[in-house]
């Protein structure tokens, strides 16, 4: 897939709750690149004194009739908090689309199970509205610590069954994702999840308990974005690779956790 | 519009601007962005005799204007890449610079030579420097002996033109190159990385997985920029400058300090189109000025 560096133009910014924020942005130029659910873009920081590189975001969705491109951010440190500044009509430097993406239906009767923990919910809505393009409608098991940490839950809805959980019992089953009750009510067919590491490794464990496919998508450190200067590596049993190149959307017998 | 072509040891390049070692890849992951044939050059990852791992992550931690690594040479080996990477890039329309590091100075000399059969491999950098392994790299590039007697099998293996590449963590980086000029380079390139550190506060931990890093960006560009200045005054060959060069106005910095190319690095991350914007860049700077060649304005501060 072809990759661009865009000077995106701002839509809208919404912010959701303290720590979150929902931007959208169009490409002033022309159409927008396709993008596969599970990339990622590299976006450019603009008013940061302490950090230097860009920030990896995941594409949260991409409305090609609007052409419009949307990211989930949670603001973690002055880099991401920065983007808060960010006003109708700002630019949004972009390098996208980058990565490996998650594995698509090949036919409508797969049942899917998209699982997100905290802001790993972020590409998951991209997910499930293309899969609903394509006729499949997806179950999403979403999990936050509190009621007022689970973002967006309409949108989810709106793309399939949504199971939750909270860690407080605020909202959904109490506890984390790995102990809702659909996991031992229903069969399915594949699994994505994006979330905290000690939550992926718990779903891994499940998959593989189960005996169902399942791809995890890692967040670690990264600074070109495009598989050339090699900081991001996770050890595999292919020895280091580049998460921003060869995933960051992994099938977990790839992996050593 | 002025003469952007520049000539390092009998290496003809098309302008001044070559793409750091460690930060571009094989250049090939660029290639959707820029046009590489609009590059003086390209010197691709750190390329080994026999393949390395690397480091274990984390091999990177961000600093205010710049960033540290240690990924540690991680690479598939020399084989590896005349069966497989040279295919791919031996047609890119620019120069392709290997650069080249060992353990000693048998596996620099064994390496080189491999690269030396390649038609479409004009040049390789020496990667004396490297701060990021135990053995070799940046070992040798700490002492004169340690220098010349790499450069000296080196060139014994090597016809083509012989860059070497100079570590900053040393107390006269005069000495190291006036040492690698004795034993044989063509030219020389400086600098690699500064030795540094990061500390998480709240893990009270090193964030980097061998507790230390080479730190690179804008912050050690006045470092490089003496340096090169330093060098280019003591030594005959060609120098190519590099070190938080992040724009044009950088890059003539470091021609007027004397080097004859710069090399782009960690701005590559930034934007991955920037070699290309400072190649222009130092057009423009030269049309302005009414210079005719960018040779002019190399070496021209006193």
Same mark, same amino acid.
């Given at each position: 897939?072809?990759?661009?560096?865009?000077?995106?133009?701002?839509?809208?910014v919404?912010?959701?709750?303290?720590?979150?924020?929902?931007?959208?942005?169009?490409?002033?130029?022309?159409?927008?690149?396709?993008?596969?659910?599970?990339q990622f873009?590299?976006?450019?920081?603009?008013?940061?004194?302490?950090?230097?590189?860009?920030?990896?975001?995941?594409?949260?969705?991409?409305?090609?009739?609007?052409?419009?491109?949307?990211?989930?951010?949670?603001?973690?440190g002055?880099g991401?908090?920065?983007?808060?500044?960010?006003?109708?009509?700002?630019?949004?430097?972009?390098?996208?689309p980058?990565?490996?993406?998650?594995?698509?239906?090949?036919?409508?009767?797969?049942?899917?199970?998209?699982?997100?923990?905290?802001?790993?919910?972020?590409?998951?809505?991209? *997910?499930?509205?293309?899969?609903? $393009?394509? /006729? #499949?409608?997806?179950?999403?098991? %979403?999990g936050?610590?509190? =009621?007022s940490? @689970?973002?967006?839950?309409?949108?989810?809805?709106?793309?399939?069954?949504?199971?939750?959980?909270?860690?407080?019992?605020?909202?959904?089953?109490?506890?984390?994702?790995?102990?809702?009750?659909?996991?031992?009510?229903?069969?399915?067919?594949r699994?994505?999840?994006?979330?905290?590491?000690?939550?992926?490794?718990? *779903?891994?464990s499940?998959a593989? $308990?189960? /005996? #169902?496919?399942?791809?995890?998508? %890692?967040?670690?450190?990264? =600074?070109?974005? @495009?598989?050339?200067?090699?900081?991001?590596?996770?050890?595999?049993?292919?020895?280091?690779?580049?998460?921003?190149?060869?995933?960051?959307?992994?099938?977990?017998?790839?992996?050593?956790? | 519009?002025?003469?952007?072509?520049?000539?390092?040891?009998?290496?003809?390049?098309?302008?001044?601007?070559?793409?750091?070692?460690?930060?571009?890849?094989?250049?090939?992951e660029?290639?959707?962005?820029?046009?590489?044939?609009?590059?003086?050059?390209i010197?691709?990852k750190?390329?080994?005799?026999?393949?390395?791992?690397?480091?274990?992550?984390?091999?990177?931690?961000?600093?205010?204007?710049?960033?540290?690594?240690?990924?540690?040479?991680?690479?598939?080996?020399?084989?590896?890449?005349?069966?497989?990477?040279?295919?791919?890039?031996?047609?890119?329309?620019?120069?392709?610079?290997?650069?080249?590091?060992?353990?000693?100075?048998?596996?620099?000399?064994?390496?080189?030579?491999?690269?030396?059969?390649?038609?479409?491999?004009?040049?390789?950098e020496?990667?004396?420097?490297?701060?990021?392994?135990?053995?070799?790299?940046?070992?040798?590039?700490?002492?004169?002996?340690?220098?010349?007697?790499?450069?000296?099998?080196?060139?014994?293996?090597?016809?083509?033109?012989?860059?070497?590449?100079?570590?900053?963590?040393?107390?006269?980086?005069?000495?190291?190159?006036?040492?690698?000029?004795?034993?044989?380079?063509?030219?020389?390139?400086?600098?690699?990385?500064?030795?540094?550190?990061?500390?998480?506060?709240?893990?009270?931990?090193?964030i980097?997985?061998?507790?230390?890093?080479?730190?690179?960006?804008?912050?050690?560009?006045?470092?490089?920029?003496?340096?090169?200045y330093?060098?280019?005054?003591?030594?005959?060959?060609?120098?190519?400058?590099?070190?938080?060069?992040?724009?044009?106005?950088?890059?003539?910095?470091f021609?007027?300090?004397?080097?004859s190319?710069?090399?782009i690095?960690?701005?590559?991350?930034?934007?991955?189109?920037?070699?290309?914007?400072?190649?222009?860049?130092?057009?423009?700077?030269?049309?302005?000025?009414?210079?005719?060649?960018?040779?002019?304005?190399?070496?021209?501060?006193?």
């Amino acid at each position: 897939m072809m990759k661009y560096v865009l000077d995106l133009r701002v839509t809208r910014v919404e912010r959701l709750g303290e720590r979150h924020l929902l931007l959208v942005a169009t490409n002033p130029m022309g159409a927008l690149p396709d993008m596969c659910p599970g990339q990622f873009a590299q976006l450019r920081i603009d008013d940061s004194k302490e950090t230097f590189l860009r920030r990896p975001i995941s594409i949260h969705n991409l409305d090609r009739e609007k052409n419009e491109v949307s990211f989930l951010v949670q603001m973690v440190g002055e880099g991401t908090s920065s983007l808060r500044k960010k006003q109708p009509g700002s630019v949004l430097n972009a390098v996208l689309p980058l990565g490996r993406g998650f594995t698509m239906p090949t036919s409508a009767a797969e049942q899917f199970l998209l699982v997100g923990g905290g802001i790993g919910i972020a590409p998951l809505l991209f *997910m499930g509205r293309e899969m609903l $393009r394509m /006729g #499949v409608r997806p179950a999403f098991l %979403l999990g936050a610590r509190s =009621a007022s940490d @689970l973002l967006l839950l309409d949108a989810y809805r709106a793309c399939g069954d949504v199971y939750v959980t909270t860690e407080d019992g605020s909202e959904g089953e109490r506890g984390f994702v790995t102990q809702h009750s659909v996991l031992q009510q229903k069969r399915f067919d594949r699994i994505a999840v994006c979330g905290p590491k000690p939550m992926m490794m718990a *779903m891994a464990s499940y998959a593989r $308990r189960e /005996g #169902v496919p399942c791809e995890v998508s %890692l967040e670690n450190m990264m =600074a070109c974005g @495009l598989g050339a200067c090699l900081c991001c590596v996770e050890d595999t049993v292919d020895g280091n690779v580049c998460v921003c190149k060869e995933g960051p959307v992994f099938g977990i017998k790839k992996l050593k956790w | 519009m002025a003469d952007l072509r520049v000539n390092i040891a009998g290496l003809e390049l098309a302008n001044p601007v070559l793409t750091a070692s460690g930060t571009f890849g094989y250049g090939i992951e660029y290639a959707d962005f820029i046009d590489l044939s609009r590059l003086g050059g390209i010197i691709v990852k750190g390329t080994t005799l026999h393949p390395r791992e690397g480091n274990p992550y984390p091999r990177m931690a961000e600093t205010a204007q710049g960033m540290l690594n240690c990924v540690g040479l991680q690479n598939k080996g020399v084989d590896y890449f005349c069966t497989h990477i040279y295919p791919q890039i031996k047609d890119v329309r620019t120069n392709m610079i290997v650069n080249v590091s060992g353990n000693s100075p048998e596996d620099y000399a064994e390496c080189a030579a491999r690269i030396n059969e390649l038609e479409c491999i004009p040049a390789i950098e020496l990667n004396i420097s490297c701060p990021n392994v135990k053995h070799g790299g940046m070992a040798f590039g700490t002492t004169t002996d340690g220098a010349a007697s790499v450069v000296k099998a080196v060139r014994e293996a090597y016809g083509k033109t012989l860059i070497v590449k100079l570590s900053p963590n040393v107390t006269s980086i005069t000495d190291i190159a006036l040492a690698v000029q004795d034993a044989g380079a063509d030219a020389v390139s400086l600098i690699n990385t500064l030795m540094g550190m990061a500390i998480d506060v709240e893990k009270r931990k090193r964030i980097l997985s061998i507790g230390t890093g080479g730190l690179s960006g804008p912050c050690i560009k006045p470092v490089a920029l003496r340096m090169v200045y330093q060098v280019a005054h003591a030594v005959q060959i060609p120098v190519v400058g590099l070190g938080g060069i992040s724009n044009a106005k950088d890059a003539v910095e470091f021609l007027l300090a004397g080097a004859s190319a710069i090399e782009i690095g960690t701005a590559n991350f930034l934007d991955p189109t920037i070699s290309v914007k400072v190649a222009e860049g130092i057009g423009e700077y030269l049309d302005k000025h009414g210079f005719a060649s960018v040779k002019e304005i190399v070496g021209l501060c006193e």
